[in-house]
Each structure stands twice: as C-alpha cells, then as structure tokens.
C-alpha cells in the first residue's frame, strides 16, 4: 500500500505562486509514475501534470508554460510547482503515483485562486 502526503494548497492572488508537495511512503524506483490531478466543482478530474520513473514529463495544455514538474528520488517526493495562477487553476489537487498498474491517490489539497 502506497501512501500519499500532500502539502502546499491554499488561496493566492491570481497571478501568484503556489508549490504543492507529495511525499510517497513507497520507495522511489517502483514507482512508474507520479503526478497531480485536480478537480474543480461540477467537473471531472483531470490530469496536471506526471513525471515518470525515467524522467519524461507531460502537461495539461491549459498548465504549460506556467507549471512545472520535478522530483527528489531521496525524499520520494514531487513537487508542482505553480505560476501565474489563473481563476481557473482553482480546484482539489491531488497526488497520484502508479505502482505496478494501480493507481494510489492522495487524500487532496484546496488550491483557490482569487483576489
């Protein structure tokens, strides 16, 4: 059972910065990929952002440019970090990591983005 701590939500400015964490109880190397989703009200989850074992990256198209992805193989943990935040951006994030085909969910952050 993998576990998934998230940190780093709350309400910012929009044009503002937020860096979201996510520390995995599970060791770095059997993890195939971990990311962040979110969900806005009245809508579906939706992928953000992954980085994969081997390094690779991909984005939402609504993120690129202003968000980005990284990892610390040592803390087994992922960063997103988030720029120029938009009104839009608002949502429950959550971390997600993908261990032998299963899918492991953290318990969600608030990101608000309001003036």
């Known amino acids: 059972q993998v576990q998934l701590v998230e940190s780093g939500g709350g309400l910012v400015q929009p044009g503002g910065s937020l860096r979201l964490s996510c520390a995995a109880s599970e060791i770095t190397f059997r993890i195939y990929a971990m990311g962040w989703y979110r969900q806005a009200p009245g809508k579906q989850r939706e992928l953000v952002a992954r980085?994969?074992?081997?390094?690779?990256?991909n984005y939402a198209d609504s993120v690129k440019g202003r968000f980005t992805i990284s990892r610390d193989n040592v803390k087994n943990t992922v960063y997103l970090q988030m720029n120029s935040l938009k009104p839009e951006d608002t949502a429950v994030y959550y971390c997600?990591?993908?261990?032998?085909?299963?899918?492991?969910w953290g318990q969600g952050t608030q990101v608000t983005v309001s003036s």
């Open positions: 997600n990591a993908v261990v032998s085909a299963t899918h492991y």
């Open positions: 980085i994969f074992s081997g390094g690779s990256t």
